[in-house]
């Protein structure tokens, strides 16, 4: 079963479009909720990450906005550039419990 | 900061022999490591959770016998993959917790690519 449902699976937008990749979980023990991206041939790195008692969190281009009720949480990159086109993967976790959602695959055009 | 390294980068090994990978943390002691595994184009699939000292938690599906985990220090661990066959061709990543910071968040390595021929 999976813990996190990531969604849409490929997305391309615009140079200086708005990206929105979405996530879904259902267990609420999860208290720790990052965003990972990864370029072919490497390891993720770390984006962004939040708490379920923050709302939205901004850093640079790249926020986190977060629906405690829905239990959902979603990435949004402002000004997108060629230079974000990447694989972007959501993740959910809990003490040693870390579950990646299936990744989007992000094109920026130029 | 938070730096975590994985040799080799790339392997390519016959079929029926022992490799072995390393991920280290470089600037940061690691309280827990975590071995992945990745096929093209998809997801990181979690094979086993590491503490320094104890034996690694696999998870359901991976056999322990053929992925042997050792972590031997605060800064070190080791996959080795034995008895390769080819469906054993993937990319392998490590990750790491800082022990000091204590929390949730792990730190990836830049990943293994094992070719078996």
């Known amino acids: 079963q999976q813990q996190v449902k990531q969604s849409p699976q490929s997305l391309i937008v615009q140079k200086g479009g708005i990206p929105i990749i979405n996530c879904a979980y259902e267990n609420t023990a999860f208290d720790y909720f990052p965003w990972y991206q990864q370029f072919p041939g490497k390891g993720p790195a770390l984006l962004i990450a939040?708490?379920?008692?923050?709302s939205e969190k901004k850093e640079g281009r790249f926020t986190i906005s977060f629906n405690k009720s829905a239990k959902q949480f979603s990435l949004h990159i402002m000004d997108s550039q060629p230079g974000d086109s990447a694989t972007y993967f959501c993740a959910a976790s809990t003490g040693n419990q870390f579950y990646f959602g299936t990744g989007t695959s992000l094109t920026v055009i130029p | 900061g938070a730096v975590v390294s994985q040799h080799p980068s790339r392997v390519i090994c016959k079929s029926g022999t022992s490799v072995k990978i390393e991920c280290r943390s470089l600037?940061?002691?690691?309280?827990?490591m975590f071995w992945y595994r990745q096929f093209p184009k998809q997801s990181l699939m979690l094979m086993a959770t590491?503490?320094?000292?104890?034996?690694?938690?696999?998870e359901q599906g991976v056999e322990k016998d053929k992925f042997l985990i050792n972590h031997a220090s605060l800064t070190l661990s080791t996959l080795t993959v034995t008895s390769a066959h080819p469906e054993d061709s993937s990319f392998y990543i490590c990750s790491a917790r800082d022990k000091t910071s204590g929390g949730p968040w792990q730190y990836f390595g830049p990943g293994t690519r094992l070719t078996v021929t």
């Open positions: 939040i708490r379920p008692d923050v």
């Open positions: 590491s503490n320094e000292g104890s034996k690694a938690t696999y």
């Open positions: 600037d940061f002691q690691a309280t827990t």
